[in-house]
T-cell receptor, first 116, second 116 residues
Framework: AQTVTQSQPEMSVQEAETVTLSCTYD???????LFWYKQPPSRQMILVIR??????QNATENRFSVNFQKAAKSFSLKISDSQLGDTAMYFC?????????????FGEGTQLTVNP | DTEVTQTPKHLVMGMTNKKSLKCEQH?????MYWYKQKAKKPPELMFV???????INESVPSRFSPECPNSSLLNLHLHALQPEDSALYLC???????????????FGQGTRLTVV
């Protein structure tokens, strides 16, 4: 079974600054996907960024980028130029394909607060 | 259209009631999911439907009964629930085939269920 660990239950950052959220995972799989989702108070889970394990290049989406270290099983999220709208719970998630379908395993989440 | 629509947004039901949660998507996804989320915790997988067939049941009590009438709709029928079943119920959808480029799950806004 896969496990995902987010060691920072809460973090805060000043508007316009940079913050890094950490995530580690444990798996014996070689082919899998990693995601960061954000969940604002509106409750909807929104995809922030996606990383395929077979790709060595780190994914980037505008102000969001990841540092994917496959050997270390680490998948951190960097948010640059933080905005008030980035305030949310952030979940790191692991996905692998099974014969019965895909399964997402989430970390416990990191509550990020962006202060004005 | 990248929306997953869930109805109702809020539901209060007694322990003897029967109610249903509904979920709809029109992205052509053939995998649909039900998750349960307690406050300040990550979503927990309940059921997975792949090509309209139930493929994963995470040992969910029989008072929760899923149904997938067609490739766009997913229902969760509720009967004789307990107060501890109060939670946010999230529906999600994704492509069902390995190798598809965009493998992420899209989530609805959830139904906030309170059992009294």
């Amino acid at each position: 079974a896969q496990t995902v660990t987010q060691s920072q239950p809460e973090m805060s950052v000043q508007e316009a600054e940079t913050v890094t959220l950490s995530c580690t995972y444990d798996t014996s799989e070689n082919n899998y996907y990693l995601f960061w989702y954000k969940q604002p108070p509106s409750r909807q889970m929104i995809l922030v960024i996606r990383q395929e394990a077979y790709k060595q290049q780190n994914a980037t989406e505008n102000r969001f980028s990841v540092n994917f270290q496959k050997a270390a099983k680490s998948f951190s999220l960097k948010i640059s130029d933080s905005q008030l709208g980035d305030t949310a719970m952030y979940f790191c998630a692991f996905m692998k394909w099974e014969t019965s379908g895909s399964r997402l395993t989430f970390g416990e989440g990191t509550q990020l607060t962006v202060n004005p | 259209d990248t929306e997953v629509t869930q109805t109702p947004k809020h539901l209060v039901m007694g322990m003897t009631n029967k109610k249903s949660l509904k979920c709809e998507q029109h992205m052509g996804h053939r995998a649909m999911y039900w998750y349960k989320q307690k406050a300040k915790k990550p979503p927990e997988l309940m059921f997975v439907y792949s090509y309209e067939k139930l493929s994963i049941n995470e040992s969910v009590p029989s008072r929760f009964s899923p149904e997938c009438p067609n490739s766009s709709l997913l229902n969760l029928h509720l009967h004789a629930l307990q107060p501890e079943d109060s939670a946010l119920y999230l529906c999600a959808s994704s492509h069902a085939s390995r190798g598809v480029m965009n493998t992420e799950a899209f989530f609805g806004q959830g139904t906030r269920l309170t059992v009294v």
